[in-house]
């Protein structure tokens, strides 16, 4: 039983923390147990502590060769010579010690590893000791070159004055995890950062780290209020179970940002201050929502590619476009992070509840929204609570395909599938050059809102337009169905609503069949 630190840790609770190693067999059996950092490990607690997997031989050697159920392990994990004798090894080893540069406990020495403040200097203590790095490896022909990969480590980044203001300025993905940690770990929610450059969590753009990013901001009581100006690059192949940032403050601001085949569920989990003038082009996986799952504050001046600006409005999207859309999320969120991911449907444009302001967005889809669920609109599935979209257009395609045997419900709009509760809707158009729908129930179909019932405070659509053509509409035609489907230019259904200064084309294809079980109902305006 042999490990970089310890060999067994059993019988009484142990731990291992802030601690690294190096481990080198030149032998290997059935009967050896050698670990990196711990072979053996019962009713222990291990974590933050590393071993050299560069230099680790056999090259099938674990950080933990043996953790039995009575014990944890976190961040206990193998890096590479080059980054175990690099300065910001020793900030990380000094940060997962609770301490910073000027009181940590680990001094850097340069070409070797680390060693103890209180072991005096590199020189004297190499000296004595007489280790090398290199003298451990040199009968290995195993040791792999360094990698520019993304381990987990943290590295302080350099400062400079912007118009009389600091700005950390991020160079690695090491920098900004520092700078995730000075906002999570040390209170510091005001700091303020600019990209230097691309950021590249891989040496491969074309692939994704493994390794979780902790959301900057990542709880409620960690907000990030501070600058962070992507300064017009890009952040490629970060991995997050949730977002990029978490909890924001009303003095936040994201600018000039964008990310590349990364794999997250959004940018900023919860947006009280303001996202600006920024690009949503992420190929990676999971992602739904372009910019804030949950925006409170502003976002403005923004185009999304791929995933639409916000899963839900409380404050104000403006000036901000889409030709990618969202569609709806199941989750459950805590501190920032996001527990679940479902499939999306009820495919939107812009935001997919709003229960704030929309104004001057647009919503132009590259490619034909396609869904097996009946709900699609070009701006927001539902608007609700004194909400307004104004100023807004959508243009585009839309196909819904029921793959079920039962009809299904649908409500297909340009603008809003669901407009309730004092919501208004001013000055918006909508273009829906074609509509097709299979195995229809009861459906509403309306150019600018597919149903709007209004309750006691009542609903609004003024000054707007649409043009709307269904091609295809297809319904079971069985003695139990008697469906209705509500066709209007404006609105396809409205009950305690005002509709005052729009106008509407409508057509209606040769593709209609609802059998004479069902009934269509239809009209220019609602």
């Not at 020495?109 to 451990?136: M, R």
Request: hydrophobic content about 35%.
């Amino acid at each position: 039983v042999a490990g970089g630190v310890a060999g067994l840790n059993e019988t009484q609770p142990a731990r291992v923390e802030s601690s690294y190693g190096t481990m080198y067999s030149y032998k290997k059996a059935s009967n050896y147990m050698l670990g990196g950092v711990v072979s053996e490990a019962t009713y222990s607690q291990l974590r933050n502590s590393y071993y050299d997997k560069s230099v680790a031989v056999p090259d099938t050697m674990h950080a933990v060769q043996n953790l039995d159920g009575t014990s944890t392990s976190a961040n206990v994990t193998g890096k590479t010579t080059a980054v175990m004798q690099s300065p910001a090894f020793v900030e990380t080893l000094n940060t997962n010690a609770g301490l910073d540069d000027d009181s940590g406990i680990w001094q850097y020495c340069e070409g070797n590893y680390p060693i103890l403040v209180s072991e005096g200097s590199c020189e004297e203590f190499y000296s004595k000791y007489g280790l090398s790095s290199s003298s451990q490896s040199s009968s290995s022909s195993a040791e792999p070159g360094p990698s520019i990969a993304w381990d987990g480590s943290t590295s302080k980044p350099s400062s400079k004055e912007i118009d009389g203001v600091e700005y950390y300025v991020i160079t690695s993905p090491s920098e900004l995890a520092w700078f995730a940690y000075q906002v999570n770990n040390k209170s510091a929610s005001k700091i303020n950062a600019v990209l230097g450059n691309d950021i590249h969590f891989m040496d491969d753009d074309s692939t994704t780290s493994t390794v979780p990013w902790t959301a900057i901001g990542f709880a409620d009581s960690t907000v990030f209020d501070g600058v962070f100006d992507g300064a017009g690059y890009k952040i490629y192949g970060l991995y997050s179970k949730g977002a990029i940032f978490g909890y924001t403050g009303s003095n936040f601001v994201l600018r000039n940002f964008s990310i590349k085949k990364s794999d997250v569920i959004t940018w900023v989990a919860f947006n009280y201050g303001t996202i600006e003038n920024s690009t949503e082009e992420n190929d990676g996986l999971g992602q739904v929502a372009g910019f804030a799952y949950q925006n409170n504050g502003t976002i403005r001046n923004c185009f999304a590619n791929n995933y639409g600006v916000a899963y839900t409005n409380y404050g104000v999207i403006e000036n901000s476009h889409a030709v990618g859309g969202l569609g709806e999320y199941s989750s459950s969120v805590s501190n920032g992070k996001f527990l679940e991911k479902t499939n999306g449907k009820n495919r939107v444009g812009i935001s997919y509840n709003n229960y704030g302001v929309i104004r001057n967005c647009s919503f132009m889809p590259k490619e034909p929204i396609v869904t097996d669920n009946g709900d699609v609109s070009g701006i927001t599935f539902k608007s609700d609570s004194n909400s307004v979209i104004e100023n807004c257009e959508f243009r585009g395609v839309i196909k819904a395909y029921n793959k079920n045997s039962s009809a299904f419900w649908c409500r297909i709009a340009g603008i809003a599938s669901y407009a309730y509760k004092n919501t208004r809707i001013l000055n918006s158009r909508a273009v829906i050059d074609t509509v097709v729908v299979t195995g229809a129930g009861h459906c509403s179909i309306g150019g600018i809102v597919a149903l709007a019932y209004g309750g006691d405070e009542g609903v609004e659509i003024a000054e707007s337009f649409a043009d709307v053509y269904i091609d295809t509409l297809l319904a079971p035609n069985v003695t139990y169905t008697n469906f209705s489907i509500n066709i209007g230019g404006i609105a396809g259904y409205a009950s305690l609503a005002k509709i005052a200064g729009t106008h509407a084309n409508v057509k209606m294809g040769g593709g209609i069949s609802i059998g004479n079980k069902n009934e269509v109902i239809a009209a220019s305006v609602a």
